[in-house]
T-cell receptor, first 114, second 113 residues
């Protein structure tokens, strides 16, 4: 049973370009969460999605960031017009839903903005 | 506002001894707590969890204790092994609602052979 898959593992973008990060949840998991870890900090929640629905986006910056989890295919975190401060590790997690279920994390995408 | 705090950024423990990692929280609405372990350049790996109806949960070498009145939890690892060297994060959430995890800033555990 494959775990949470994220790609690419490393992404380098110049300031002003777009970054697209992909996440495929574990088989049987319908809940996806995105977190960001800045250097020397803990993980910060960004957004929680179920298929075709954004459930909680309280941690998403108001501009340039968007997320989707379509009916078919992976969840996508999109960052438009990247700036140096977007450089971080972005982690996706999934859970099967229900109460108290643990979230299982992917290996992360390390975004570097030059 | 840091709702989950891990006040020790690092901890060194001799191999074979007990490692105790601590975590405090301020939001009394949290009722489900988790510990994750993270190696460099990898995602966090789930270790163990506890709900607020319990004060202790064990899984092999790992035991988590919860003191609700003090809003404090701890992770005990015994005996500590070299492979336990990693960064440990505690996280808190709500049992009902599939809510986001709120993480502490992590404690780097080093096991000395």
């Amino acid at each position: 049973n494959a775990g949470v898959m994220q790609n690419p593992r490393h992404l380098v973008r110049r300031r002003g370009q777009e970054a697209r990060l992909r996440c495929s949840p574990m088989k049987g998991h319908s809940h996806v969460y995105w977190y960001r870890q800045l250097p020397e900090e803990g993980l910060k929640f960004m957004v929680y999605l179920q298929k075709e629905n954004i459930i909680d986006e309280s941690g998403m910056p108001k501009e340039r960031f968007s997320a989707e989890f379509p009916k078919e295919g992976p969840s996508i975190l999109r960052i438009q017009q990247v700036v140096r401060g977007d450089s971080a590790a972005y982690f996706c997690a999934s859970s099967p839903g229900g109460q108290g279920y643990e979230q299982y994390f992917g290996p992360g995408t390390r975004l570097t903005v030059t | 506002d840091q709702q989950v705090k891990q006040n020790s950024p690092s901890l060194s423990v001799q191999e074979g001894r007990i490692s105790i990692l601590n975590c405090d929280y301020t939001n009394s609405m949290f009722d489900y707590f988790l510990w994750y372990k993270k190696y460099p350049a990898e995602g966090p790996t789930f270790l163990i969890s506890i709900s607020s109806i319990k004060d202790k949960n064990e899984d092999g070498r790992f035991t988590v204790f919860l003191n609700k009145s003090a809003k404090h939890l701890s992770l005990h690892i015994v005996p500590s092994q070299p492979g336990d060297s990693a960064v440990y994060f505690c996280a808190a959430t709500y049992y009902f609602g599939n809510e986001k995890l709120t993480f502490g800033t992590g404690t780097r555990l080093t096991i000395i052979p």
